[in-house]
């Protein structure tokens, strides 16, 4: 008996540190306070939906979690030949897992109503307009020694790609679409550089030049493990990809491309857009589509 009140004294316990995890799993989500004041409505919903989903999925493993832990126990009192605690923790695993369907239905639908806004927003640039405004400067280190400074591309196009080698999206388009290398070298020679940027808190160096080297990439991977960049850049997702124009703005901030975003797997696009902004930009005519919604993985920077 003594060994069985030890078991029900785990069980609140279990509950108690759940309910603070699920508890904060429900609440909604807001915009980064470091993200960049400028940034529009549009924007801040495709970020919503990013730690949404974020949200959810943490949910799921702490839930799961919880549910095995339970289970354990509820088999320990059985062993133990304890039916009333077995028959009480049954009827905490019933109200538990119905609760958590519950808040799991609202977070989902939660996610489809900003999606299908993003997605409004997205075929209808004029309802997100311009955002116009100058690229913050930076210097960095790269995995292969080099340092980098933004300002010594003054008068050229640089683009800017947030990478992660362990990012099933990064490997996707390095791996299968060959989005990436193929858009820097169609545009490699024409006023245009490439720089990818890994501000994974978890990254080592030796995986970026490993990445950097099966893929022959020609382009430096920039150690941006503090965050401090993606955070003045408000790059939210691997990857997430901006454009630099010549006078020091940001031409275009979003998506690589037009694939669907309500896809779990990753998939190609039919509209490059980085490919079309840096079309227009080398014609000297204006980006008719500066922004997008990023998607992909969310940057892991440290707080």
């Known amino acids: 008996m003594k060994r069985t009140a030890v078991s029900m004294g785990t069980v609140l316990v279990v509950l108690a540190l759940f309910s603070t995890t699920f508890g904060q799993s429900a609440e909604p989500t807001r915009p980064e306070r470091e993200a960049p004041a400028v940034e529009r409505q549009g924007a801040e919903q495709a970020q919503q939906v990013q730690k949404l989903q974020q949200k959810i999925d943490e949910m799921k493993a702490a839930h799961q979690g919880l549910i095995d832990q339970l289970s354990a126990i509820r088999a320990t009192a059985t062993k ?4 009333q605690t077995a028959k009480q923790i049954e009827a905490l695993i019933t109200k538990q897992q119905t609760a958590f369907q519950e808040t799991l239905r609202q977070l989902e639908q939660e996610q489809q109503q900003l999606q299908r ?18 690229a913050p400067s930076f210097e960095l280190d790269g995995f292969d020694g080099r340092k980098v400074k ?66 022959k990439l020609p382009y430096p991977i920039l150690d941006d493990r503090s965050g401090d960049v993606a955070r003045r850049y408000g790059a939210r997702t691997t990857p997430h990809m901006f454009i630099i124009a010549k006078d020091g703005t940001i031409a275009y901030d979003g998506a690589i491309d037009s694939a669907p975003q309500d896809k779990k797997e990753p998939s190609a696009g039919k509209i490059n857009y980085v490919d079309k902004a840096l ?22 920077y440290g707080r």
């Open 80 to 83: 133990e030949r304890a039916g």
């Open 150 to 215: 933004l300002s010594d591309y003054k008068d050229q196009i640089v683009v800017l790609e947030w990478l992660n080698p362990e990012c099933p999206y990064s490997k996707f388009h390095h791996e299968t679409a060959d989005t990436m290398l193929a858009t820097a070298k169609k545009y490699r020679g024409k006023g245009v550089v490439w720089l990818a940027v890994n501000s994974s808190i978890k990254t080592t160096p030796e995986a970026n030049r490993a990445f950097a080297e099966k893929h």
């Open 279 to 300: 079309a227009e930009l080398i014609l000297g005519r204006k980006v008719t589509i500066p922004n997008t919604p990023p998607y992909g993985s969310p940057v892991k």
């Open 117 to 134: 806004t993003v997605r409004n927003r997205v075929a209808r640039p004029d309802l997100i307009g311009p955002r116009v405004r100058q």
